[in-house]
């Protein structure tokens, strides 16, 4: 075989294997929604003493799915997924947020991913400023892929949507 052949031959070898690492990040945004979709509510649904992870499951009457789960006892992670309808784009939505609610000086963020490609398209960073009696939300971060808004953020809303995903995949269910 000839030297450029092999050079040709190790190309495309390096090219599958990339394209197959991308397809398994697909492949782990599909199982997450298969298991928001397939998540039991805990039962009784009020019990403050729930050892349970998962803390609530909903199904909306326009075909979005939450699940919500508690990792431990400071912070909740919620996955939301929004079914296509007519023009709007099939969603996965990733909050993670303090789980004792609502005080000042928390951070909430969220990530959304439209295609369910695995990469963000969406991202926010909320700080809650103010009174104690008196909370306002100030947006700290903002990004969004389709106009490159907060590019410099781009690699933070990536690993917390990756970390979202892993989490899921764990612990949703349990």
């Known amino acids: 075989m000839s030297l450029t052949m092999k050079a040709f031959v190790l190309v495309l070898a390096s090219c599958a294997g990339f394209m197959q690492a991308h397809a ?79 005080q000042v000086g928390q951070i909430y963020h969220y990530v959304d991913d439209y295609d369910l490609d695995g990469a963000v398209d969406v991202g926010s960073t909320t700080k809650l400023e103010g009174q104690p009696h008196a909370p306002i939300g100030v947006v700290s971060q903002f990004f969004h892929r389709g106009t490159n808004r907060g590019d410099q953020f781009r690699g933070d809303y990536q690993k917390l949507y990756d970390d979202g995903i892993q989490i899921a995949l764990k612990y949703l269910g349990e």
């Open 24 to 102: 398994a990040e697909r492949e782990q945004v599909r199982m997450v929604i298969n298991l928001v979709a397939g998540t039991k509510m805990p039962f009784p649904p009020n019990l403050r003493n729930n050892i349970a992870r998962t803390e609530r499951v909903q199904l909306d009457t326009n075909g979005a799915t939450t699940a919500c789960l508690r990792l431990d006892d400071k912070q909740r992670w919620c996955y939301e997924h929004i079914a296509p309808i007519g023009a709007r784009a099939e969603m996965l939505r990733i909050r993670s947020e303090p789980a004792d609610g609502l």
